[in-house]
């Protein structure tokens, strides 16, 4: 399983991972100390949503019609670029918020492109018996670095404050080197652009009730409970902590999906009974943010998220395989496009609802109903997409029979 391509997508997933959680860290925190405003937090998610919302079509078929590894050198690229505007702008005598999110919204586009291209990638370089696996090990590699990530963030944070962000510029030269060990992968359709082609993957979608459903859970249940958002101001205002706490409560669901990740990548056999398994971790994700709201302690508030992130990383698993595998390659650039933008709604629009309910009425109560609603969508979904919830084993499309 382990080659050259496979390691050269770790290293260069594990730098734009570690880049992006150290700065969703220190961006929240920075922001909220200049402004003091908990809705300016909700804008960090929608200045980078709406330019994936804007370009995911054209992105997802790109990734199906040029070099996978040349959209993912650029991507690189641009976000390299980015790290440098912000590190600018953070080192102004007045931070312009309005600046910050125009970079954000660069970054946003850079993604737009980065995320279909990563994800139809793996298939290539890695067989399907073994894809499962490959998928645990970089989710657990990609969930290690979210774990440094907010640890490295709280420490830079407090030896260095607003200058960490040159530091990460180093980060950016490791994800083109990872990158550029990838090989020049053959590309399986002709490159003409039309709307037929553009929309191929949503329509492929339409008629898969099993992919449609992980997409559509995935979307839903964190855009529900995603609390991430509001941690800068849950440990100024509920636990009374500095940027050290902010940092290791942001790693905590990072490590849960660790350990989970780590122990899956150890079993030899596939996974079996998939749908069943996929509705249990996200009952235990729901009760983890409600677990989470009632945390008046630093302890019980780091169990509750360590719970969150193995939960979730259970969920992770069984959907990107069901996708990557149930997924023509052919499509799976497009395909991979529209996991993308649902991916990227799910957080941005998450933390954009969970900013904008604390904003209202604090972060106590905007977890409390995070938690209720997310319960009710995974009881709802198992209704809606019972193929998906019933699903034993994961097959290709080949040998499966799209609902």
Known sequence: MWSKALIGLIIGRIATTLIGSTMSVSIGWHLYESTGEAFDLALVGIFQIVP????????????????R???????????????????????????????????????????????????????NIVSTDHLGRAVAAISSMWNIALTVGPFLA???????????????????????????????????????????????????????????????????????????????????DVLHEGPETLGLLRAMPAVGATLIGLTMVRRKRAIERN??????????????????????????????????G?????????RSSVVQIMTPDALRGRVSAVNSLFIASSNELGDFRSGSVTAAIGPVACAVTGGVMSLGVVLLFRKTFRPLFELQKIEPPELSKPE
């Open 52 to 67: 994936v919302i804007s370009l995911f079509l054209v992105a997802g078929w790109a990734a199906d019609n040029f070099s």
């Open 69 to 123: 590894k040349s959209i993912l050198l650029l991507s690189a690229s641009l976000q390299l670029f980015v790290v440098l505007a912000v590190a600018i702008l953070m080192n102004q005598p007045e931070l312009n918020k309005w600046a910050l999110f125009l970079s954000l919204s660069v970054l946003g586009a850079g993604r737009a492109f980065f995320a279909p291209a990563i994800q139809s990638v793996l298939p």
């Open 154 to 236: 709280g420490v830079l944070l407090a030896m260095l404050d607003r200058q960490l962000y040159w530091v990460l510029i180093i980060f950016g030269l490791f994800t083109l080197g990872g990158f550029s060990l990838l090989p020049a992968l053959k590309i399986h359709s002709e490159r003409k652009l039309d709307l037929k082609d553009i929309f191929s993957g949503v329509h492929y979608l339409m008629h898969n009730n099993v992919v449609r459903g992980a997409l559509f859970t995935d979307l839903v249940v964190i855009l529900c409970g995603s609390v991430m958002a509001i941690l800068p101001v849950f440990v100024k």
């Open 275 to 308: 749908g069943p398994l996929l509705f249990w971790s996200l009952i235990i994700f729901s009760f983890s943010i409600i677990g989470f709201a009632f945390s008046q302690n630093l302890y019980v508030a780091c169990f509750a998220l360590l719970i969150y």
């Open 310 to 318: 193995g939960s979730d990383m259970i969920s992770v698993v069984i």
